[in-house]
């Protein structure tokens, strides 16, 4: 099993959100990109840590985590955001935990 590549921004949460809005369920692809350079079916890849297989896109991950938690942190101090820092520490708190699980042993 793998990670998608640009998890996040794939294409489920943008169909879901179509979905949900405007009634709308476009075709997901076939195959995706994934942490470790491989195209592969979405039926192959999962945004839990306990099914990742995948040495490489375990790393992938990890590193994704990371750089979400720095950026949603960084994002809550400035001036005007909407979410407190208060908020953006939980949810950079959850990101590393979820770095923490993807760079565990599978």
Request: a positive charge; charged letters at 25%; proline letters at 7%.
């Amino acid at each position: 099993m793998h990670v998608t590549e640009r998890f996040g921004q794939d294409g489920v949460a943008v169909r879901d959100m179509m979905a949900a809005a405007f009634g709308l369920a476009g075709d997901l692809p076939s195959r995706v990109a994934t942490g470790c350079g491989l195209r592969v079916p979405v039926a192959m890849t999962s945004p839990r840590p306990d099914r990742v297989t995948c040495l490489a896109c375990r790393e992938h991950a990890r590193r994704e985590h990371l750089r979400l938690a720095e950026q949603v942190e960084r994002l809550a101090r400035m001036p005007g955001s909407v979410v407190s820092p208060a908020q953006g520490r939980a949810a950079a708190d959850r990101h590393r935990d979820a770095a923490r699980r993807f760079g565990a042993p599978g």
